[in-house]
T-cell receptor, first 115, second 113 residues
């Protein structure tokens, strides 16, 4: 299995531009999570899906952030318009089911820089 | 949400020494998991310990859990330079609890060759 695949690996954009981050979870995993990691705030959970349905988006910082999961094999996290404070590494993770004992499987992240 | 807090924030040791990292949490749990993050990579699951277990081993890793103190520790024995990474704990609530897998800031471990 190729694991969780995220694209792009690096994204540099100017303030005000739209940014779309993409994630392909592991086949057969029912849960998908989006996290953001910064030095200041650590690893923050933004939103997670179960069977393509958003379950908890309370971690999404602002209306500028939106996430979709149109099917079981694809999810996007969009920032529009982007701001310099959005600069971070964004991770996608998937899990076979909620709770124990299934671990989370993480992608290698997208490093976003907004200038 | 249930979040673990790792301690210390940073740890620097020589190759061959043991490294101990601690995790504290606030509510009752069903199990607790430890993850490792290498630089530029996502987190990788290391080991899971259930609430009815006190100690668990996996290779050079030893995890303990003290539910009365709401704490866990991760011991890496005979450390290697390749163990240099950040380590995170993730406590998981029991049945009926809201499942929100959250992580702390982690412990940054540097193993000098």
């Amino acid at each position: 299995d190729a694991g969780v695949i995220q694209s792009p690996r690096h994204e540099v954009t100017e303030m005000g531009q739209e940014v779309t981050l993409r994630c392909k979870p592991i086949s057969g995993h029912d849960y998908l999570f989006w996290y953001r990691q910064t030095m200041m705030r650590g690893l923050e959970l933004l939103i997670y899906f179960n069977n393509n349905v958003p379950i908890d988006d309370s971690g999404m910082p602002e209306d500028r952030f939106s996430a979709k999961m149109p099917n079981a094999s694809f999810s996007t996290l969009k920032i529009q318009p982007s701001e310099p404070r959005d600069s971070a590494v964004y991770f996608c993770a998937s899990s076979p089911r909620t709770g124990p004992p299934s671990p989370l499987h993480f992608g290698n992240g997208t490093r976003l820089t907004v200038t | 949400s249930q979040q673990g807090e790792e301690d210390p924030q940073a740890l620097s040791i020589q190759e061959g020494e043991n490294a101990t990292m601690n995790c504290s949490y606030k509510t009752s749990i069903n199990n607790l998991q430890w993850y490792r993050q290498n630089s530029g990579r996502g987190l990788v699951h290391l080991i899971l310990i259930r609430s009815n277990e006190r100690e668990k081993h996996s290779g050079r890793l030893r995890v303990t859990l003290d539910t009365s103190k709401k704490s866990s520790s991760l011991l890496i024995t005979a450390s290697r330079a390749a163990d240099t990474a950040s380590y995170f704990c993730a406590p998981f609530l029991g049945a009926g609890g809201s499942y929100i897998p959250t992580f702390g800031r982690g412990t940054s471990l540097i193993v000098h060759p």
